[in-house]
Nanobody, 115 residues
Framework: QVQLVESGGGLVQPGGSLRLSCAAS????????MGWYRQAPGNRRELVAFITGGGSTNYADAVKGRFTISRDNAKNTVYLQMNSLKPEDTAVYYC?????????WGKGTLVTISA
């Protein structure tokens, strides 16, 4: 069983930055593929980025060059550094852990980009 708790969301002006954190409970964190997804009002949940246990990363085209996903296995935590934020980045951001064919989700943290 994996429990995930996100933090770091908030209101930021366009062009600003935020760092999201996701703390995971449970054993063998380093084996999890960890990811961030987001869901804007009226839209489907979409992948933002993921990082494998070995540190390989993948990003949605919409965030490449602006967002960086990283993990600290000693702290059982995954991060999403978001720079050059745009209004279209506004969404609830969800942390995801994938292991042994199972998906685990956090409750989400709201990110609002507005002047």
């Amino acid at each position: 069983q994996v429990q995930l708790v996100e933090s770091g969301g908030g209101l930021v002006q366009p062009g600003g930055s935020l760092r999201l954190s996701c703390a995971a409970s449970g054993s063998f964190f380093s084996l999890n593929r960890m990811g961030w997804y987001r869901q804007a009002p009226g839209n489907r949940r979409e992948l933002v980025a993921f990082i494998t246990g070995g540190g390989s990363t993948n990003y949605a085209d919409a965030v490449k060059g602006r967002f960086t996903i990283s993990r600290d296995n000693a702290k059982n935590t995954v991060y999403l550094q978001m720079n050059s934020l745009k209004p279209e980045d506004t969404a609830v951001y969800y942390c995801n852990a994938f292991r042994a064919g199972l998906d685990y989700w956090g409750k989400g943290t709201l990110v609002t980009i507005s002047a």
